[in-house]
């Protein structure tokens, strides 16, 4: 079955420290894929998206996320983490990518974040 | 600035009851959506909306209904609404020929008793 696995539910940092938020798709093409974030009591907001070409995307907040087809990822990753960073982190897909999607997403499971000062 | 409004951020309702979730999105967007949030299980869909009055079920439309009378708006019904049913409901939004960034409202916090 097609799905997006967060492997990671709960990870804890110390502020400063580097982040990496792994992310694996189960789908026969490489759909588009996303990183959304969503901070205690809002909605998510997107932090970067991969359609095709450079696998290495810049996204908002210093945050920044890699495609590997052979490993059928898009790990998120941070050099050094703020305690404004503290939030869930959802990675998505679409899975029509290039065709009529209509902006349909596939989320996975999340994964918490925590930053210890 | 672009917004999603959900009218309601937290209910509490009783086993049963009709309950009305609100959203409205003031970008002129074709496309809405929503989401339902819960621990571990991340966000899954149960109706999405490409055009008024245009509907189509997502991965978990048992117990729901939608309406989308106007572009702007799109309400989720629950006719009768179960203690399986607390949760949070998001609603999203998106233009057709924008690909990826839905975009959020703040999210209804949903408790059935």
């Known amino acids: 079955a097609q799905s997006v696995t967060q492997p990671d539910i709960h990870i804890t940092v110390s502020e400063g420290a580097s982040l990496e938020l792994r992310c694996n798709y189960s789908y026969g093409a490489t759909p588009y894929l996303f990183w959304y974030v969503q901070s205690p009591g809002q909605g998510l907001q997107l932090l970067l998206k991969y359609f095709s070409g450079d696998t290495l995307v810049q996204g908002i907040k210093g945050f920044e996320a890699e495609f590997k087809r052979s490993q059928s990822s898009f790990n998120l990753r941070k050099p050094s983490v703020h305690w404004s960073d503290a939030a869930e982190y959802f990675c998505?897909?679409?899975?029509?990518?290039?065709?009529?999607?209509?902006?349909?997403?596939?989320f996975g499971q999340g994964t918490i974040l925590t930053v210890h000062p | 600035d672009v917004k999603v409004t959900q009218s309601s951020r937290y209910l509490v309702k009783r086993t049963g009851e009709k309950v009305f979730l609100e959203c409205v999105q003031d970008m002129d967007h074709e496309n809405m959506f929503w989401y339902r949030q819960d621990p571990g299980l991340g966000l899954r869909l149960i109706y999405f909306s490409y055009d008024v009055k245009m509907k189509e079920k997502g991965d978990i439309p048992e117990g729901y209904s939608v309406s989308r009378e106007k572009k702007e708006r799109f309400s989720l019904i629950l006719e009768s609404a179960s203690t399986n049913q607390t949760s949070m409901y998001l609603c999203?939004?998106?233009?057709?020929?924008?690909?990826?960034?839905?975009?959020f409202g703040e999210g209804s916090r949903l408790t059935v008793l």
């Open positions: 998505a897909v679409d899975l029509n990518a290039g065709g009529t999607s209509y902006g349909k997403l596939t």
């Open positions: 999203a939004s998106i233009a057709t020929s924008n690909t990826g960034e839905l975009f």
